[in-house]
């Protein structure tokens, strides 16, 4: 019979060795292949594929753009998706509903890109009068 130290300190060395192999996992790099938009997939639940979305995009906006086209794409075709993650020059792109996002990491924080204007095009936050 255990006492409650011991299987604290079972819990303990348990947490410790999850900790551990959590920090293994490498964590999941976006391409930075100069020019190339790209949208990534699960290909399962610990892999994901870059697949070229678009070529010769000048800057993170024209990525982004080509991004949220795909995003209306699939809502257009009765497809669920109304989120796409993609990736250019290394930077993450969040294309949703509300606008696009950006992040160094997949995990990391999200900073707001563009948004929708009332006519459905994409601008930068405080651009538009009134906004």
């Known amino acids: 019979m255990r006492t409650s130290l011991q299987r604290l300190a079972c819990l303990v060395g348990a947490g410790v060795s999850l900790a551990a192999l ?32 678009a070529k010769n995009q000048p800057d993170l906006e024209h990525c982004a753009a080509q991004l949220d086209m795909m995003r209306l794409r699939f809502m257009g075709l009765g ?19 509300q606008g696009i996002y950006t992040a160094q990491t997949l ?22 009068p009134g906004s």
């Open 22 to 53: 959590s920090a293994c996992q490498k964590a999941v790099q976006a391409p930075v292949t100069p020019g190339v938009c790209y949208a990534m997939e699960a290909t399962d639940k610990t892999h994901v594929r870059f697949n070229i979305l």
């Open 107 to 128: 995990d990391g924080f999200q900073y707001l890109l563009l948004v929708h204007t009332g006519d459905g095009r994409l601008a930068k936050p405080g651009a538009m």
């Open 79 to 97: 497809m669920m998706r109304d989120r796409v993650v993609g990736a250019y020059q290394g930077q993450f792109l969040f294309a949703r509903p």
